[in-house]
């Protein structure tokens, strides 16, 4: 089921603490590197150094664990406490054989059983927050699918399929620390696999290009994907932007298994063959740095040619400050505001992994194009620029310039009349491809309505839809017309109206829907941004949330692009700060940092400071001020 998300009326928004460096910081907060763990074929798991020394085998215990299989599969949870195991148990009398999935503590202690009666598992993968595992499972009457284990409160408490395309077998889960998902289907009649991610909240996957990947892993801080391809002409061990960019080959002799990341980014585990002089291989587990052609260095040989293949690595200390920081992005004027947004967001091209894949252009005198351009920005994960509707600003082409490859799309809202020809002009002259959206009183009406159903034709993989005059607190919306909801069919597309007049608006135009769509319509602005923020799309943690005023809509909309890109909400602020209903949604799992958009003011120093203490405690938090793509926590 894809979502739709409509709006209307003005939803949107608008110390003690210890100032950080404005300079940039392209990889993740640094953590240190703990033991490594492998499958050994055995009823536990050897571990070792991250240098391979000091190796000793691990046997779980507790829980009725018997031992009479053998681990096939070993995963640390995020903070190095848990493991998570899987277990071939043999079968006699010529029935199937089973696997089993178990969690114990680090140590091997306290195991517990979470799930049985498998015929295949695969790689299990916690989520940032340690609440749950992922897993590629495998019954003898159906594909391969990715299964969502709740293991926050115990054996039973809760399994659910995660959107999958039909007739494709999925495996290889890998969660990024904002909650996004992306495994690898294989599909019928297909030769090659690919990659597909679900955001937090997703009813279905959209494809991830220009890889075709047999086992992947995020970086730890999300912004690389890992991978292994030994089919079609580019074969061996890379990593990828994990926005979208060029591949860098790591290794070629990387074959098969498992690949985890270290917790510092720095090197990751891989998994190559050697042969035994006979009919079998055994595997050589390997360290290699996450640089071009990095030679392989071995950890360990296993003699069995039975071992799962299967590595990880446990978090070890943080090198970095654990405090979680509060920014500020804003600028002199709007226009300045987004790009000092951008700046926060994005590495300059060809540096880091935090790449733009294009960009948006909306004028900044009025707020349609923009509400609309939004949805597009953190769609086509870019940014979302203001200018004159005159003239391309100098300071939006710089921008341009740091964060975008040759040739990228540039997408400009709206006619003429909205942004000259001189913006066309000046993007073509910046080696970029001005792309034009908007209403030509053909296909579309010529006025904003018309620009937002062509924004909205643009945008794939995602139906989100939304309408009207205001900065929206979902991570993409774009405003449309009845005759574009007409198109929808509630039963299989989720349909949220955001605010008073949408739901009256559309339950009124389509009294078919009703009970099918899902009102999110508070009192006021601030609490139709609380239900909003409270939504399921957001995922079950919040590593970002963003904060802006709710009295103007430029920062909302710089800002909302961007933070739906980590998929975070968009919080308002009033003249007092957060409602108390909207300070509740600080309260989140795993919240890292807030971002707050717009200068003093429109947000004060001490609005952001009450924000942060509420979200992190009195002063237990670092503040920012137009840092560039500062490090994730």
Known sequence: MSRALVSAGVLAAVAGAVALPTTSAQAAAQHGNGHIAWAVNTAGWNEANADGSNAHAVTPSGGGYAGTGHVI???YSPDGTKVAFAVAIPASGGAVPTVELWVADASGANARLFLKGATAMGQPVWSPDGTKIYISLSEATAANRIDVIDVSHGPGSGVTALPQDANCSASSPTVAPNGRVAFVELCAGAGMPIAVTVDPGATAPRRLNGFRPEQMAFSPDGTWIAYLQSEGPNIGLFIIPANGGSRVQISTGSRGGTVSWAPD??????WTSKSTGGPDEVGVLNKVATKPNSPLMPIETETSPDIGYSASWQTGASTAPARPAADRIGGADRIETSVRASQWSFDATGTGGRQAAGAVITRSDTFADALAGNALAAEKDGPLFMTDTAALDQRVKNELGRILPPGANVYILGGTRALSTKVDDAVAALGFKPVRLAGDGNA???????????????ITGFTWTGGSPVPNAA????????AYLAKLDPAKTHVYTVGGQATTAVAKAF??????TTPLSGADRFETAYLVATRSMFGPALHEVGVATATNWPDALSGGALIGLRHGPLLLAGADGLSAQELSVLKAPGLGGI???????????PILSATADAAFGKGAWDKGSNRQAPALK
């Open 73 to 75: 599969q070993v995963a």
């Open 265 to 270: 980014g720095a090197s990751l585990l891989t």
């Open 444 to 458: 579309y009406a010529d006025d904003r309505y018309g620009t937002a159903q062509a924004i909205a034709a643009e």
């Open 475 to 482: 991570p993409h919306s774009v405003f449309v017309t009845q």
């Open 511 to 516: 009294p078919q829907w009703k009970g099918l």
């Open 595 to 605: 971002a707050v958009f717009g200068g003093t003011a429109v947000v004060s120093d």
